[in-house]
């Protein structure tokens, strides 16, 4: 009698045993949905709701609400049809499909894509305005994700090993970067590298990327545009153009500390309401958080983000092969880096980059790319080896 080949460790690459009698039916995988995790997304957009109904005056602009709100109930829709989709092995199967896609779409942006302030970064689709570079984030980890899973790695990872998943994400960050949008750009190279180091990246090459980095500085420097130049100096010395370049961080700074402890109440931020906040329903939106609701309302706003990160590490930690591994963990500093950014920025502690608070600032494609990243995760949740049953003698 054949017996099936035991499940090696963790580490083992692609993790090969036969679980094909472990693959959860449709009423298990339902079961089996990280409910916890999608707790914490209904309340941080409950959250965002209150935040961004008052940021934009109430019912003076409650259309922006309504329609926030239906882009949330249709990516929580999304999230749960990706979740439940298929078995274990159906992304993993069409990540590189996925990933080139994202990627002609970004051409087809560069060619004839719809312009908006100042940039080229959408395609008009009539009822939506979809932004590929936003799902780029997690097509570029699903990519590396499978590109590793497909490897034998023992302990670290070489060179040879490196080179192709740094052209899988070279290509879109400098089609990115090109759009202008070098906020985006900075964040699908953080992703890739984040997902490369899991990987097995040794310490040498990270020393040696980090130096070759800095090292390029002053390429990088003479590379930029002359707005993002600004913003990277107005981040050091944003009081040398108070009504011009340094208006946005000196406006959210004021904001953010005219909070107090409790805040000013609900609808009750002066900055936001006296339009001195500018963007504040998008890039912004913390300002009117901590504006209105204090250092309390922020830290548990803080706490939620948390928590959510926190599971994506627990998933993570729990995948059933190095493709859940990977993938759980790319999509987790994705949505950590999003945080990140966005309150760093707000606080003047990083350059305005334009990255949105997940599911808190308005905006379309910003929420279907957290959500589709979330029901991947949920994904790995549903099929992690602690729900499996052991393998049987056949």
């Not at 097995?200 to 390029?216: D, M, R």
Request: aromatic share 10%; with cysteine.
């Amino acid at each position: 009698m054949r017996q099936i080949q035991e499940k090696p460790e963790r580490h083992a690459p692609g993790f090969l045993y036969d679980d094909s009698h472990d693959t959860p039916n449709a009423r298990e995988r339902l079961q089996r949905l990280p409910w916890g995790l999608l707790l914490l997304l209904v309340l941080v957009a409950i959250v965002g709701g209150g935040v961004l109904y008052s940021a934009v005056g109430g019912g003076e602009n409650l259309s922006l609400l309504l329609r926030q709100s239906f882009r949330f109930g249709l990516a929580l829709f999304i999230l749960c049809a990706i979740a439940l989709w298929g078995d274990d092995k159906f992304f993993r199967r069409y990540s590189y499909l996925i990933y080139g896609a994202i990627l002609f779409l970004l051409v087809i942006v560069a060619l004839m894509g719809t312009i908006g302030m100042g940039a080229r970064r959408w395609l008009d689709l009539g009822f939506f305005r979809l932004q590929p570079s936003e799902l780029m984030k997690v097509a570029v980890v699903m990519a590396l994700a499978r590109f590793y899973h497909d490897r034998t790695v023992s302990g670290h990872i070489g060179w040879r090993q490196i080179a192709v998943p740094m052209i899988l994400v070279a290509i879109p960050v400098v089609l990115i970067a090109k759009q202008p949008d070098l906020g985006t750009a900075v964040l699908v190279a953080a992703a890739g590298g984040v997902v490369i180091f899991v990987a097995g990246l040794p310490w040498k090459a990270v020393v040696g990327i980090f130096a070759t980095l800095g090292a390029s500085l002053p390429l990088a420097w003479n590379w930029l545009h002359e707005y993002q130049k600004k913003r990277i100096l107005t981040l050091f010395f944003p009081e040398e153009d108070p009504l011009g370049s340094g208006y946005h961080i000196i406006q959210s700074k004021i904001a953010v500390g005219s909070g107090g402890l409790l805040g000013k109440g609900f609808m009750g931020g002066s900055q936001s309401h006296l339009d001195f906040l500018p963007e504040r329903h998008t890039d912004f939106v913390f300002s009117v958080l901590a504006e209105e609701w204090g250092f309390i309302g922020s830290v548990a706003l803080l706490i939620l983000y948390g928590l959510i990160i926190l599971r994506g590490i627990l998933i993570a930690s729990s995948a059933r092969d190095r493709y859940g591994l990977l993938l759980a963990c790319g999509l987790t500093s994705i949505f950590a880096f999003h945080v990140v950014i966005n309150i760093g920025m707000v606080l003047g502690l990083l350059p305005v980059v334009g990255i949105p608070l997940p599911l808190v600032s308005y905006g379309g494609s910003s929420m279907l790319t957290v959500m589709a990243a979330m029901g991947l995760l949920a994904h790995v949740s549903i099929h992690s080896k602690y729900h499996g049953r052991p393998p049987a003698p056949v």
